[in-house]
């Protein structure tokens, strides 16, 4: 167990919707990173949160955004869904924003189904 | 940009062989590199990292990888497996004093049979 969590664990909606997904950082941890794991693209980074800001931005759709709360979980933010967007997506954390130690922690993981 | 390639998709091997699970990487600048390892159904957790020093890192569970500079490898190995050691495998680089995303190789699936 990481200590990194993420809710829910799978979630089935249908094109055209709109979901949410949420993850709590481990203890401590000011950093949140955001990652897409899909059949054909593999393992994509989305984007970082650092205390609150927005740190770094990867391969996020439009349709897509992410944000970190004061008590410091992330929320990401799926709209107008596609078939294309069936993935797991998994909630990273990290003590700081930067650094060659700072060494990230995986949740276990949403499973979305896009029907 | 920085990429990953893992060389091979599946490694079926029998118990207690060895196994190398190979990764090459490419990139302009310095970068850290990191082995994951994803059982089924669970999430990510590193198993080893190089940041610097010696080029020879190890796992608490007998996995170890070497980065080789001059051929931008960093190749994971065990000398004998366990039917346990199935999962799948990535490979990760990030740059040094620069973005935290990590970019991974598509991954290995490493099955130990009996």
């Known amino acids: 167990d990481s200590g990194v969590t993420q809710t829910p664990k799978h979630l089935i909606t249908a094109t055209g919707q709109r979901v949410t997904l949420r993850c709590s950082p481990r203890?401590?941890?000011?950093?949140v990173y955001w990652y897409q794991q899909s059949l054909d693209q593999g393992l994509q980074f989305l984007i970082q949160?650092?205390?609150?800001?927005?740190?770094a931005k990867g391969n996020i759709l439009e349709r897509f955004s992410a944000q970190q709360f004061p008590d410091l979980h992330s929320e990401l933010n799926l709209s107008s869904l596609e078939l294309g967007d069936s993935a797991l997506y998994f909630c990273?954390?990290?003590?700081?924003?930067?650094?060659?130690?700072?060494?990230?922690?995986f949740g276990p993981g949403t499973r979305l189904t896009v029907l | 940009a920085q990429s990953v390639t893992q060389l091979d998709s599946q490694v079926p091997v029998f118990e207690e062989a060895p196994v190398e699970l190979r990764c090459n990487y490419s990139?302009?600048?310095?970068?850290?590199l990191f082995w994951y390892v994803q059982y089924p159904n669970q999430g990510l957790q590193l198993l080893l990292k190089?940041?610097?020093?010696?080029?020879l890192v190890e796992s608490i569970n007998g996995f170890e990888a070497e980065f080789n500079k001059s051929q931008t490898s960093f190749h994971l190995r065990k000398p004998s497996v366990h039917i346990s050691d199935t999962a799948e495998y990535f490979c990760?680089?990030?740059?040094?004093?620069?973005?935290?995303?990590?970019?991974f190789g598509k991954g290995t699936k490493l099955t130990v049979n009996p």
């Open positions: 203890s401590g941890d000011l950093s």
């Open positions: 990760a680089v990030r740059t040094q004093g620069g973005s935290e995303k990590l970019v």
């Open positions: 990139s302009s600048v310095s970068v850290y």
């Open positions: 190089y940041l610097s020093g010696s080029t």
């Open positions: 990273a954390s990290s003590k700081r924003g930067s650094g060659g130690t700072n060494e990230q922690f």
């Open positions: 949160y650092y205390n609150g800001e927005e740190r």
